[in-house]
């Protein structure tokens, strides 16, 4: 049954920086793709240990000024001093930008946790308050429905939101799930905790299942067997570029369908299941003409 217009979500990307030529192209190609989307929001990727904050610059920048788009810049704390950090913070208020998703960061290449820099950021938390302190930003951050390696208890993902929204955060974005129940009883577990602010699910469209069960691997992700099972049979029979389209719907239906308004989709720079999915939610390039208008 097609979702009333009344109940359509909001809806963000989430691009990386390219790192080459080849990947550039991607970029642009994507971005051009999903643009008469009309997203409420994308945001750009910062590699681990800051490795592509030149280039995450660089892009933010392009896009804003190419595309019109709302664009968030990915900041963390890794491998830099306050200063440093703020003055990159800094150099997105004086080209426009004014949305930071503010991250601790992975741990540099080779290195197994993340250490603080002795001079820099301790923390999200710690970054989140500099950057509202500024009162140039709004602040997204990430929330982690499942537990984050580092956490190091139950509850503690979730007494860590609720410091980075009393530190001024004003929305967060999860790191991906596949069952829309992971997400509720998060949800719930953040009201509980007299969280206000606005959680975002983030939507890994899956363009490669072998990919997506690495990722998920590394962030802690739960696989569902049924899941598994299914999308290696869809592999086996040809038809996995579909189950893809019909799984990730779904999940986004059903989130839907339990309240959540809005939509932040992981794109890969690969624009064309993201788009197909929201297509087959109802969002098209001419209901975004006409929202703006």
């Known amino acids: ?24 192209f991607r970029l642009w190609e994507t971005v051009q793709a999903l643009a008469p989307m009309r997203p409420e ?47 990159i913070a800094n ?10 998703v503010a991250l601790r960061g992975d741990a540099p290449k080779g290195a197994q946790r993340f250490t603080a820099h002795p001079d820099g950021f301790a ?81 890994l469209p899956v363009q490669s299942w072998v990919g997506a069960k690495r990722f998920a691997a590394r962030c802690g992700t739960k696989v569902p067997a049924r899941l598994d099972e299914a999308f290696t049979r869809a592999a086996r029979d040809g038809r996995e570029a579909l189950y893809s389209l019909a799984q990730c719907t779904s999940l986004c239906e059903r989130l839907i369908a339990g309240g959540v308004e809005d939509l932040h989709f992981y794109t890969l720079n690969r624009p064309d299941l993201t788009r197909d999915v929201v297509r087959a939610l109802g969002i098209t390039p001419e209901l975004a003409l006409e929202k703006v208008a």
């Not at 910062?46 to 900041?75: C, D, F, P, Q, S």
């Not at 799930?177 to 206000?196: E, L, V």
């Open 1 to 24: 049954m097609p979702i009333p217009r009344s109940s359509l979500p909001r809806i963000s990307f989430e691009f990386f920086p390219p790192q080459g030529i080849d990947a550039s």
């Open 91 to 100: 150099a997105y208020a004086e080209a426009g930008i004014t949305e930071i």
């Open 123 to 203: 923390s999200s938390v710690d970054l989140v308050a500099a950057l509202a302190a500024t009162g140039k930003f709004s602040v997204r951050v990430g929330a982690y429905p499942e537990p984050h390696p580092d956490a190091g208890h139950a509850g503690a993902d979730i007494e860590h939101l609720k410091r980075k929204f009393d530190a001024g955060a004003t929305s967060a974005l999860t790191q991906f799930f596949f069952d829309p129940d992971t997400f509720f009883r998060f949800r719930d577990a953040a009201d509980k905790a007299g969280i206000t602010g606005k959680i975002i699910p983030g939507i």
């Open 41 to 87: 929001f994308v945001s750009v990727t910062y590699g681990a240990g800051g490795t592509t904050r030149k280039l995450t610059h660089e892009a933010v920048v392009a896009i804003k000024r190419n595309y019109g788009l709302k664009v968030a810049a990915h900041l963390t704390c890794v491998d830099a001093t306050r200063s440093e950090t703020l003055d």
